[in-house]
């Protein structure tokens, strides 16, 4: 038995941007958690994700995010920092919804699962409640 | 009194996805089994948390949605039987001699030779809001659900929150209180658009109170709540005078007493074998997201391997005489005498 197709496919993957142009590297987003203590946490977040996500990949500390991302929880809560209040954009309506299931909010609350990462958002700065309960 | 005991061969704990798949897998090796959930209907996190949100890695489905794949699972396990008892939380797990005991928290006992432990991240429980000093009223003057009504009767009732908790126990509860007061951090409502207009009703005609705001301080003294310090909309705080206080933030998952059973545990999780997925215990298997393995993935596709795995040596200590034979569903008639299929 042979496979032909196989075998040509297994050339290509072995060469794969022989002749492809390097594509640009990935920008990262820097994103600073601060804990109800004071502590800062910056971690580096690719464009796309969630800011949730890139808390989680990053063990930091206070972000749930029991239901995974589904907006379905509430204790991927943080406070966001003034100044990039406008950038980050307002909660949609499912969002705010969720938000009455978490605790002591503000009008900088948002559900960091909610928050996607851009380029823009580099060097956004959040900060997490004393507790998601 | 002689204690009504339900003796079976299983007992699943959970019935979320991989808690019901355990049936199915079970079912085919005649081990029959009762399922104990604390929601009030199947599904687990797929029902709880995203009924409606559609999921992209079982297999065999392109997309589906947490509660479509709940019914069908339901379908699918049908032939087998299986007994729910929605709920319910089992509160103790002990061995006997020749299997074990359980006791759920409203006292149904089961007897059985296995246990398959399939309680995903915990049972859900009301969550509780973070306010110095709260676990001290709890019980007493703070509650998270209405087990009697009674309990309320000529109380000074506050309910916080906007979800169809605290609207549905608003009008329940505004009848049999002394004084009942509403509390939410907002004028918009997440729940049921006649619930609502009955709350806005009652509040026009004087019969209960609404007001906006956070509750962030509780006054009072040995387990009796007498005031809370509320945060209004406007910044400015006021005291809002009680005698009960229910809050309804949603539901969060613990652990639970799962951590009391004498199982080893791992931040929370049961290790297990991945030849057997039983625990440290024989007889007790962990399958789903409350298990943890070397490579664990928490995917419901995974749990579903584990309940298969799980349900070969799961036979060999309820029918310890007999030899099991794999079989395909594909091509074994007795396999599809047991699905009624043949």
Known sequence: MHFPFGRARSAAARFPRSDTVQAPANVMARITFIQPDGTENTVEAEPGMTVMEAAVKNSVRGIAAECGGACACATCHVYVEEEWREATGQPEQMEEDMLDFAFDIRPSSRLSCQIKVTEALDGLKVRIPEKQF | ?342
């Open chain 2, 1 to 342: 009194m002689s204690e009504d005991v339900i003796k079976t061969d299983a007992v699943i704990v959970g019935a979320g996805p991989v808690g019901l798949f355990a049936v199915f897998e079970l079912g085919l090796v005649d081990v029959k089994a009762q399922v104990i959930d604390i929601l009030d209907r199947p599904g687990g996190q797929c029902a709880e948390l995203y009924p409606e949100k559609p999921i992209y890695d079982v297999p065999g489905l392109a997309i589906v949605t947490g509660q479509e794949l709940t019914d069908r699972l339901m379908e699918q396990i049908k032939p087998f039987g299986a007994e729910f008892h929605f709920g319910e939380r089992v509160e103790s797990l002990d061995r006997l001699d020749d299997g074990f005991r359980l006791v759920t928290d409203i006292g149904t006992i089961f007897e059985c030779k296995v246990v398959i432990i399939a309680a995903g991240g915990g049972s859900f429980t009301p969550k509780r809001p973070p306010l110095p000093g709260i676990e001290a009223y709890e019980g007493t003057s703070v509650f998270y659900s209405v087990r009697k009504m009674e309990a309320f009767k000529d109380k000074d009732v506050l309910i916080v929150g906007g979800g169809d908790s605290a609207l549905d126990w608003t009008l329940n509860l505004q009848p049999v209180a002394k004084s009942l007061t509403l509390l939410h951090r907002r004028s918009e409502f997440r729940a049921a658009p006649a619930s609502v207009a009955k709350m806005l009703e009652l509040v026009e005609s004087g019969d209960i109170a609404f007001k906006l705001g956070q509750v962030t301080e509780l006054h009072g003294d040995e387990g009796k709540l007498t005031s809370v310090t509320v945060k209004g909309s406007d910044g400015a705080t006021f005291e809002q005078p009680l005698e009960v206080m229910l809050p309804f933030f949603g539901l969060t998952m613990k652990l639970g007493p799962v951590a009391d059973w004498g199982l080893n545990l791992e931040e929370n999780l049961i290790p297990v074998d991945t030849a057997k997925f039983e625990t440290s215990e024989k007889g007790i298997f962990a399958i789903g997201d409350i298990n943890t393995y070397p490579g664990k993935l928490k995917l419901i596709l995974s749990g579903f391997h584990e309940a298969a795995l799980m349900a070969q040596q799961a036979h060999k200590y309820v029918h310890p005489d007999k030899k099991l034979i794999f079989q395909y569903t594909t091509s074994s008639s007795s396999l599809q005498k047991k699905l009624g299929v043949k």
